[in-house]
């Protein structure tokens, strides 16, 4: 392989999707990235530990009993072949099922989206589930595109930011150096979350409301702006459908402020200033989406943006922060349950039909498959899993994770993950640097990447492999990225124009990106919104019911991430520099709070949600508010107590809130 | 050559000048401490004009040379009057000491930095964004 000084790659972890530079020794900064400036999160400085770690898999494995051995490539792919055509020939396609992967290229996900296609089932899902479904379902139907609706730098030019469930200065670092560039120009910042996180630290007003309140907020909000004119009643009038159907004039500041726990004063401040000002942009992340009413907490926050005008112009937009260096592509591509690439409807039997042509298949499924929750539920007999660690990532499949392996299961990764465990085969596969592809980031930037290190051992790029097993199926499957890319250009409309040398420039090109000479679109819905009418849709969400505290359960469980580890923590669990300074679990608890229930700094401590129970040291914090606990899921004693309440319309579990208790384990 | 400046106000405590600095230099010579868990402040080396670590030290192991204090570990004893004189706390003892060298001149805490909390600038230079961003805010507060 050539080996140049210094090769540009892309941060496998958040989805911010920062540039640095990998080179013969170790890793350099690169500051004319358009996104981060040189600029690096500890786990971003740290990514490269994951590269030629020695818990790397090298070898594909088959299960023998509780023993592994080592198999060829040709016996592991013959393996796959024969266990999907024997499931599907016995049971249909019904007892297949297919996780795809936010940390895979999109180039892999078209691919393996396609097979699981091809072979006849829609049960195809990736981590976008638990992350952003509800921006999918709602933002589609609003704006017409499920995504970010401007880059994350335009986040400078706002004069007003509202942040409403995201810590992204724990989770997407790099985000908060924009907001500070805004804050420099005498932006104000409006952060709504429950506890005192380092976001929170960057607020102009802090709105620390009751868990799980959001929409009566935004809905407050809402009514003032209307009661005061502070509407943008041109905008409302030539842009947007449904405003008349908007009537929240029971959301009184005052019968809101009991609902949330705020101040009415500072609801009226938060609604004044995000509407007063010239850009406004709202950010949210999991705290928004991961509730029961996930879709509807999406709504409230595009309904906030249309009636105020605030999106469509630099510095106006909604901007869902995403998890994963490449969800936004994995969702793009169609790994999901309920969507084929390009965002096509499982229930848009037309649109499939362009599909159907392209792919020259006799007939392609209808309808949602499994999502990823439901596959313990499912009688499967074969699912293929590439690069996710579901049992540490999905409180469902983690407390069931027995009843996920009914029939044979492959799992492709880079580490012998907890889901890799269960296995009956595991196929290693090559790491981000060590393949090429693109990976599209939180605000639609496709990026190149480029091989920088080899592969270790017989590990392989997982194009490579899925190319390999679709020739065994019978299908002739290209396993070069270029080749693959070009077929997404056809497949997806936003893609048509992205090649390998626009997203391989410097910090790549942000669809949609109609034809090869396009520059891209960092702001969307300038003139008209990507709905059928060009009009965006404006949509009324009331507040539903909320998970209570009782007697038995009186304090409200929060989760969610820190900033020194990743998601399952497959990779960041690997790196000595994050564990070290953060080593285990710690469950946040308000100091009136532990003195109520018996509880000293550094206890070890018993959590019970109706859910579960689980085992974690109290850490006693003024940040935490009082009536609520908070434990990061990096860890797999959250999983023990998170609820599996699901948003109905995105299928999203409500991770984010649960009733528990908590006392000293002696 | 300038000096690594900090403005608390930006810095969200997420450490990464702590991992970027020990996976330069093998043990950090920054460590970000947080403050009731509402305020984070990385302490390192200031490199002061009058250095009290190199006014302490007897062996002349630590020595101002120009702007920055340079440490010889031939000469070092360990003694420790450095880490107690450092106002900072930041000289470590590690079977070495540690001390920040600014990495030749272009530090990788203040490069790998997310919000530009810390900064390497020499003052005037500081002091004038610090005003330009100061009127930025007056002048927004004035429009609205």
């Known amino acids: 392989m050539r080996m140049t000084a210094r090769i540009p790659t892309v941060c496998p972890y958040c989805a911010v999707g920062c540039g640095f530079y990998i080179t013969r020794n170790g890793m350099e900064y690169m500051q004319d990235h358009p996104v981060n400036e040189g600029a690096l999160c500890p786990k971003g400085n740290a990514a490269l530990d994951v590269l030629n770690h020695v818990d790397r898999l090298r070898y594909p494995m088959m299960r023998i009993g509780d023993d592994w051995i080592r198999v060829s490539w040709s016996e592991a792919l013959d393996r796959v072949a024969e266990e999907m055509q024997r499931a599907l020939r016995e049971k249909g396609p019904g007892a297949l099922a297919f996780l795809g992967s936010a940390k895979c290229t999109n180039e892999e996900n078209y691919i393996f989206q396609k097979i699981a296609r091809l072979m006849g089932t829609n049960s195809i899902d990736n981590s976008a589930r638990r992350c952003h479904s509800p921006t999918i379902i709602a933002l589609r139907r609003m704006l017409g595109t499920p995504a970010m609706t401007n880059p994350v730098s335009d986040l400078a030019l706002s004069d007003c930011i509202f942040i409403i469930g995201s810590n992204l200065a724990e989770n997407h670092p790099v985000v908060a150096r924009w907001i500070l560039r805004a804050k420099d120009r005498g932006a104000a910042v409006i952060v709504a979350d429950p506890r005192v996180t380092p976001t929170a630290w960057l607020a102009d007003l802090h709105l620390q409301l009751n868990p799980g309140t959001d929409i009566a907020l935004i809905n407050g909000m809402i009514n003032v702006i209307l009661n005061e004119g502070l509407e943008n009643s041109s905008f409302i009038k030539e842009r947007t459908s449904g405003f008349e159907g908007l009537d929240l004039s029971d959301y009184t500041p005052e019968r809101v402020s009991s609902i949330t726990g705020l101040r009415a004063g500072d609801i009226v401040r938060a609604a004044r200033l995000y509407a007063k000002a010239g850009a406004s942009s709202i950010v949210y992340c999991m705290g928004i989406t991961q509730h029961s009413c996930g879709t509807e907490n999406v709504t409230a926050c595009a309904n906030l943006a249309l009636v105020c005008g605030h999106v469509g112009r630099p510095g106006a937009g909604i901007l869902p922060l995403r998890g994963q260096n490449n969800v936004q592509g994995a969702c793009d591509m169609g790994a999901l349950a309920d969507f084929y690439p390009g965002w096509r409807s499982v229930d848009d039997s037309r649109a499939i039909d362009e599909l159907r042509r392209l792919w020259n298949a006799r007939a392609l499924p209808l309808g949602r498959g499994l999502t990823a929750d439901m596959m313990p539920e499912a009688d499967l007999r074969f699912l293929y899993v590439m690069g996710e660690d579901i049992v540490n990532s999905h409180p469902a499949v983690s407390r069931r994770r027995e009843r996920l392996k009914r029939g044979f299961m492959v799992v492709q990764d880079i580490f012998m993950t907890d889901t890799a465990r269960i296995a009956d085969l595991v196929l290693p596969a090559a790491a981000w640097a060590e393949k090429e592809g693109t990976f599209t980031s939180t605000e639609r930037r496709v990026q190149w990447v480029s091989r920088a290190r080899e592969a270790p051992g017989e590990a392989r790029p997982d194009l490579w492999i899925l190319s390999e097993v679709a020739a065994r199926l019978g299908f002739d499957l290209s396993p070069e990225p270029e080749e693959v890319l070009a077929e997404i250009n056809q497949a997806v409309p936003a893609y048509r124009g992205i090649s390998r040398s626009n997203a391989g420039a410097r910090g790549g090109i942000i669809w949609p990106c109609p034809h090869p000479d396009h520059p891209?679109?960092?702001?969307?819905?300038?003139?008209?919104?990507?709905?059928?009418?060009?009009?965006?849709?404006?949509?009324?969400?009331?507040?539903?019911?909320?998970?209570?505290?009782?007697?038995?359960?009186?304090?409200?469980?929060?989760?969610?991430?820190?900033?020194?580890?990743?998601?399952?923590?497959?990779?960041?669990?690997?790196?000595?520099?994050?564990?070290?300074?953060?080593?285990?679990?710690?469950?946040?608890?308000?100091?009136?709070?532990?003195?109520?229930?018996?509880?000293?700094?550094?206890?070890?401590?018993?959590?019970?949600?109706?859910?579960?129970?689980?085992?974690?040291?109290?850490?006693?914090?003024?940040?935490?508010?009082?009536?609520?606990?908070?434990?990061?899921?990096?860890?797999?004693?959250t999983n023990l107590v998170a609820s599996e309440i699901i948003d109905e319309k995105s299928m999203m579990p409500e991770l984010k809130v649960a009733a528990c208790r908590i006392w000293r384990a002696d | 050559m300038g000096k690594i400046y900090l403005d608390p106000e930006r810095c969200i405590g997420c450490r990464s000048c702590e991992v970027a600095c020990e996976r330069e230099h093998g043990h950090p010579r920054i460590s970000v401490d947080k403050v009731k868990d509402l305020a984070a402040v990385p302490v390192y080396c200031h490199q002061c004009d009058t250095a009290p670590c190199a006014a302490v030290c007897y062996t002349g192991s630590l020595r101002l040379d120009g702007d920055m204090v340079v440490f010889d570990p031939d000469l070092c004893t360990l003694c420790g009057l450095c880490f107690v004189?450092?106002?900072?706390?930041?000289?470590?003892?590690?079977?070495?000491?540690?001390?920040?060298?600014?990495?030749?001149?272009?530090?990788?805490?203040?490069?790998?930095?997310?919000?530009e909390a810390l900064q390497l600038e020499d003052i005037d230079a500081i002091t004038g964004s610090t005003r330009s961003r100061a009127a930025g805010v007056l002048a927004a507060r004035v429009r609205v």
């Open chain 1, 520 to 637: 891209g679109t960092p702001v969307l819905h300038t003139e008209r919104f990507s709905t059928p009418d060009g009009r965006a849709r404006i949509s009324p969400v009331h507040h539903p019911a909320l998970e209570r505290t009782s007697p038995q359960h009186p304090l409200i469980l929060i989760t969610g991430r820190v900033v020194l580890h990743y998601n399952a923590g497959s990779m960041s669990m690997r790196s000595e520099g994050l564990v070290k300074r953060e080593p285990e679990i710690r469950i946040d608890v308000h100091p009136e709070d532990a003195a109520r229930f018996g509880v000293a700094d550094g206890d070890a401590v018993m959590i019970e949600t109706r859910w579960g129970r689980a085992r974690a040291r109290a850490k006693l914090t003024p940040r935490q508010k009082r009536g609520t606990l908070f434990m990061p899921f990096h860890f797999p004693e």
């Open chain 2, 85 to 115: 004189a450092c106002p900072f706390g930041a000289i470590e003892l590690d079977s070495v000491i540690h001390r920040c060298d600014l990495c030749g001149g272009t530090p990788v805490c203040v490069m790998t930095c997310p919000t």
